[in-house]
C-alpha cells in the first residue's frame, strides 16, 4: 500500500473551514483514500473515501488532486467536537481491509 | 444495534498471567480485526480474520493468538503477557456498506490492558 504524509498537528477556529492536507505521491491507480478519525482515546471513525472524483457526505468533503499525489479533507464548519487525530490511509478496495494507521494529524478546534 | 463489543474494558494483569480479549460484532461483517495502540502511537495490526474459519498474521502478531469462534466473534489471547503488551487493544470488524458501497471499518470501544 503507498505510504501518506500528513502534518503532525493543525489548529483551526470554531465555524471556520479545517482542510487537512495528505501526501500520498506513490498512490496507485486502483488505491483508494480513505479517511478516518479517532476523537479522544476511542474506537477510530470512518469518514470519507474516494478514488479520484471529489466526494462529499454529511460528515466532510474530499478533494483529490487530479494527479492522485494529494488530497485534501474539509470540514465546513468544524465545531469543538472535530477535535480529533486524523487518518489519511491509501489502500486497494476489497478482501480484508488491512489499514495502515500513521501517526495522522491532531486537529485541535479552538473556541 | 451495539456494533462492535469488546469485553473487558479494563484489566490488570502481571507478567506472565495469560488472558483473552473477547469481541463480537451483531452487523454480520464477514471481515474481523485486532489493533493495538501504544500511547502517542497510530494503530498497529496484530492478526485479521478476512472470512469465517481464517486468521492471517499483522504487522504485530508476536505474543499473541487469535481465534474466529464464528462469524460474529475473534477472540484475542495473550498466553504469557508481557510489559511490552501494556497498550490499548482495538477490534474492528468490515464489509462493504450497502448505503456508500465503502468497505469500511467499524472499531469498538476498545480494551486498556496494563502489564505489571
Known amino acids: 500500500d503507498a505510504k501518506t504524509t500528513q502534518p503532525t498537528s493543525m489548529d483551526c477556529a470554531e465555524g471556520r473551514a479545517a482542510n487537512l492536507p495528505c501526501n500520498h505521491s506513490?498512490?496507485?491507480?486502483?488505491?483508494?483514500v480513505y479517511w478516518y478519525r479517532q476523537i479522544h482515546s476511542q474506537g477510530p471513525q470512518y469518514i470519507i473515501h474516494?478514488?479520484?472524483n471529489n466526494e462529499t457526505n454529511e460528515m466532510a468533503s474530499l478533494i483529490i488532486t487530479e494527479d492522485r499525489k494529494s488530497s485534501t479533507l474539509i470540514l465546513p464548519h468544524a465545531t469543538l467536537r472535530d477535535t480529533a487525530v486524523y487518518y489519511c490511509?491509501?489502500?486497494?478496495?476489497?478482501?480484508?481491509?488491512?489499514?495502515?494507521f500513521g501517526q495522522g494529524t491532531r486537529l485541535t478546534i479552538n473556541p | 444495534n451495539a456494533g462492535v463489543t469488546q469485553t473487558p474494558k479494563f484489566q490488570v494483569l502481571k507478567t506472565g498471567q495469560s488472558m483473552t480479549l473477547q469481541c463480537a460484532q451483531d452487523?454480520?461483517?464477514?471481515?474481523m480485526y485486532w489493533y493495538r495502540q501504544d500511547p502517542g502511537m497510530g494503530l498497529r495490526l496484530i492478526y485479521y480474520?478476512?472470512?469465517?474459519?481464517?486468521?492471517d498474521k499483522g504487522e504485530v502478531p508476536n505474543g499473541y493468538n487469535v481465534s474466529r469462534l464464528n462469524k460474529r466473534e475473534f477472540s484475542l489471547r495473550l498466553e504469557s503477557a508481557a510489559p511490552s503488551q501494556t497498550s490499548v487493544y482495538f477490534c474492528?470488524?468490515?464489509?462493504?456498506?450497502?448505503?456508500?458501497?465503502?468497505?469500511?471499518?467499524?472499531f469498538g470501544a476498545g480494551s486498556r490492558l496494563t502489564v505489571l
Open positions: 474492528a470488524s468490515s464489509d462493504r456498506s450497502k448505503s456508500s458501497g465503502a468497505n469500511v471499518l467499524t
Open positions: 506513490t498512490i496507485s491507480g486502483n488505491e483508494y
Open positions: 474516494g478514488l479520484k
Open positions: 490511509i491509501v489502500r486497494v478496495e476489497g478482501g480484508a481491509q488491512k489499514l495502515v
Open positions: 452487523m454480520n461483517h464477514n471481515s
Open positions: 480474520s478476512a472470512s469465517e474459519g481464517t486468521t
